[in-house]
């Protein structure tokens, strides 16, 4: 077998994206209160980072006077013991005595468990039951239904306490925690808890065939086959819209009324990355990056030269040294990269923002959302010279502030239906929805009769696009509609 050497030429094509592009990728899908944190987090754990403090710089004047103010503040009692205990307490603030304080939220909303735990005193329960009544409301989801069996509570039951209180008897305690308010707590599906409420009602016609629907033709019910119910039921069409109406008056998630948690309120608070204003006088627009993050600054200590690193004497003699000054040296070279990363994503942010605002400049004087105009990630990146990504990027999450209201960035992006014509999704959209609230409800348009009108409405799109956009605005088919 002979062996031989060959050489041979390939072309390849290859992209490698190093750690500060992919970290400036990260900082740029960031929100504001996403990239303040990341401030803050950064400026804990490296300390070649500061923040720049102009206030002091400019109250000093002599770069030998280096107290603060609160420094000279305590610097007026006499002694440690005179400082009242106020004066002494840490500001977790990272961001220095400028930053506003957060709105402060109020914790005091009681939680689903505590709430009907209370109400369980009104039962006349033994302290077993009691604590069996505990393990029941323990296993309620956040809409109030039960999400374990009987006997898996009855075994859960006998590991923590020790000994065996039975299936039947969890079952006669869950019956009385299903007695609880509001109606339809401890349910174990929507058609169960449905039936709950139902049954706490006052007797008369319409409930009854209310229960009957529920009870013997939920699945009928949910898929709104309202014909065949009430053929079926033998009603007339009064009684059963009437019936329809209660059933709708229900609560599907009961839990929900007696959970309050101020947190998660705070979390869905919108916080607007942009402002943009715009002066009728000069036509002009004025485009704001809305952080709050400080300026930072390398710290005085680690910008000073490491001469005694550049002497190899001295590196070999002292390689604590050596290390201290390795170490100084990449604090600092990591402190500047994040500083540069910031500056970048500022630059960059505002050059899209202002793209769009060029684009769409009718939506930002009039704020009707028919003079959006049709763009996409293309357009601008072709603006900016940016790349699509990096756009994309920027407009994820990001809210701007108008003085119409508050918008996603995302909400500038829409296709054009047709490729021929000027004519943005928004605007179609608006005709559909407003096509649909003016319908006769007992006979609602099907897709093709709403490409119909949209087409005399000039608006030329074609059947399985109106579905789509339908679909985009949460509305359902239209046997799905249909009233009686």
């Known amino acids: 077998m002979k062996e031989s050497l ?181 349910a174990v599906d929507l058609r169960d808890c449905l039936l709950l409420q139902l049954e706490r009602l006052p007797q008369s016609l319409t409930s009854r065939i209310a229960r009957e629907i529920i009870a013997d033709y939920f699945d009928l019910f949910s898929k709104k086959h309202f014909d065949r119910i009430r053929n079926t039921l033998g009603v007339d069409s009064d009684e059963f819209q009437q019936a329809l109406d209660l059933i709708r008056g229900l609560n599907p998630k009961p839990g929900a009324l007696l959970e309050h948690n101020g947190a998660d ?68 070279e990591e402190a500047g990269g994040f500083i540069r990363l910031l500056e970048m994503r500022s630059r960059t942010l505002i050059a899209v923002m202002e793209a769009i605002v060029r684009r769409q400049s009718a939506f930002f004087i009039s704020g009707d959302r028919a003079d959006i105009r049709p763009m996409i990630l293309r357009d601008i990146a072709a603006d900016t010279g940016n790349d699509i990504s990096v756009i994309s990027r920027a407009a994820t999450g990001k809210y701007v502030l108008t003085p119409h209201g508050m918008y996603p960035l995302k909400l500038f992006f829409n296709e054009r239906p047709k490729t021929d014509n000027d004519t943005s999704s928004h605007e179609i959209l608006q005709m559909l929805e407003k096509l649909i609230n003016a319908e006769d409800k007992h006979k609602p348009l099907s897709d093709e009769a709403l490409r119909d009108a949209l087409e005399d409405k000039g608006f030329d799109i074609a059947r399985r696009t109106v579905a789509k956009y339908r679909e985009r605005l949460g509305i359902p088919v239209a046997r799905l509609r249909k009233q009686f």
């Not at 990341?38 to 280096?66: I, K, T, W």
């Not at 020790?162 to 109606?183: I, K, M, N, S, W």
């Not at 607007?272 to 004025?286: A, L, M, N, T």
């Open 265 to 332: 309120d705070r979390m869905r608070h919108i916080i607007p990355d942009f402002s943009v204003d715009y002066e009728p006088e000069s036509h002009r627009f004025s485009v704001n990056l809305l952080s709050r993050t400080p300026e930072l600054a390398i710290e005085r200590s680690f910008a000073a030269p490491d001469d005694m690193a550049d002497d190899p004497a001295t590196a070999t003699a002292n390689p604590r040294m050596q290390e201290a000054q390795a170490f100084l040296r990449r604090k600092r």
């Open 6 to 186: 060959k050489q041979v030429q390939q072309q390849r094509l290859q992209q490698k994206l190093n750690p500060q592009q992919v970290r400036f990728g990260r900082l740029l899908e960031m929100s504001t209160p996403e990239i303040e944190d990341e401030v803050r987090r950064e400026l804990d754990e490296n300390p070649a980072l500061e923040e720049v403090d102009h206030s002091q710089d400019a109250a000093l004047g002599d770069d030998d006077f280096n107290e603060t103010a609160e420094q000279l503040q305590l610097a007026d009692y006499g002694s440690d013991d005179d400082i009242p205990s106020y004066r002494l307490e840490a500001r977790n603030s990272s961001y220095g005595e400028s930053r506003p304080e957060p709105l402060a939220v109020s914790e005091d909303g009681e939680s689903m468990m505590s709430v009907l735990e209370s109400r369980l005193a009104e039962f006349d329960l033994d302290d077993t039951d009691r604590r069996i009544a505990s393990y029941i409301i323990g296993n309620l989801d956040s809409n109030g239904y039960i999400t374990r069996s009987p006997a898996a509570i009855a075994d859960d039951f006998a590991v923590a306490e020790g000994y065996d209180v039975g299936t039947e008897r969890v079952r006669r305690v869950f019956r009385e925690v299903r007695r609880l308010e509001p109606a339809g707590i401890g």
